[in-house]
């Protein structure tokens, strides 16, 4: 009688906690989503909503092992949706990975234009890529289905194997930045918005929206129309916009303060409880939680697949309407994703190449016209730091060459090793003495002396360097 007095007791204790746990797992997946692990995974052997100190707080032992890709890399979907109430409701109008690079602890984070034109076999016809998930819901009714036709088509732009996604509404995300007391973002210029969509969602009346340049507090309402706005600037821009708001709301949730409040905890269940979908299991977000220390402010590197041709992940343009039933669509300058799939390679799995930022001259040794111009674009699109560019000493270099001039800095640098993926030059230790000090002054640690062997790449392929372009 007494063991079936005690197991009810038990049970009761444990599903209390289990409640509790999961509750502060739901809390750190929204950070996940909106950072990417960036809070501690805490369990707590205490009652719902009571206060505990830190003494009582126990790290979970509980983990699993999460999926990566054959680089060892784990990669998030983090997707953003107007949800109920809104107009385009079910448009993924914020669509950005994150990868997790567990050896160098760094996050690159990659956003993807709501506007990009794809031709998906489901949805039957060519339609911007933020339609996809709508376009599926709509047909099939299955949310989850209509998820992975969007990971699988954002899969084949980037070349990239995706294993998580992570979605959020509007209101879930108001709600979640309200929890947390707030974000401070530092706003570089001034933004005024006078067709922000107002309250009805309707999309037909106004709200105007202005923030000062200049640190500023925001509320969740703030912060959303911070994020959304883009009728006064680019989708691109906005998407900047974006990353800068993951990376306050992570910074916000980093502090422990927070995590050790039952109150702003409980608050942040209630906020994401209809607004949130993920296919990452409980000890899946525990054990990516349990790594939080190891990234900090410094770990997160940002970019944005854009229009602008001189900008870095710029390989897109937008074509005339006609030719897409009138609508306004974005397209890849080359005619295909390789660029994308080649660049998204490049960044998510070299990301400490783009956070070093290692500084490159790139010089023409061939009678072929503005090569090392278009060349210091070529690689600047691909993210790399080309400082500076002009004429070989000679112009009948042969072969390509990436002299390395600082050798022993090299030893941890990837950057060499990378571009002879681009330039086919042959890397090497051995720099000639017309381009060492004094006979040949740069601030660059890298020397590109392109040969003929590019040159006639650069003629059979002028698409990839966007000829007429500027």
Known sequence: MNGFQKKPLYSKWEKKASHWIKGHIILTVIILILGAFTIKGVVGAIKIGEPFSVKQIVISAISNGIETDSYGRTNILLLGIGGEGHDGANLTDTMIVASIDYKNNLLP???IPRDLYVENEKVGWGTRLNGI???ILDDTGDQEQAIEELRSEIEKILGIEIQYYAMVDFQGFEDIVDAIGGISIDVESELYDPFYPGPD?????????????????????TALKYARSRSTSSDFDRARRQQKVINAIKEKALNLGFVLKPGKITDTIKAISN???????????????????KFNSDSMISEVINDLAYERAGFLYTPEREAYGGAFVLVPYAGSFDEIN???????YNPEVYKKQTPIQILNGTKTESLAGLSKMYLHRYGFNVIEYGNAIEKNVEKTKIYILDKESSEEDKTAEI??????????????????SPNWETEASIIIELGEDFAKYYKENKDLFYIGFY
């Open 133 to 135: 998930y709508e376009l």
């Open 201 to 221: 969602g309707s999309g037909i009346t106004y709200d105007p929206f202005y923030v000062s340049a200049g640190t500023q507090e925001m509320d969740g309402e």
């Open 275 to 293: 607004n949130f979908k993920t296919n990452l299991s409980i000890k899946e977000i525990i054990t990516l939680a349990g790594m939080a220390d």
């Open 109 to 111: 984070m990659l956003s």
């Open 342 to 348: 080649m660049f998204a390679k490049l960044f998510f």
């Open 419 to 436: 571009l002879p993926s681009l330039t086919f030059g042959e890397i090497s230790y051995e720099v000639p003495e017309k381009y060492q």
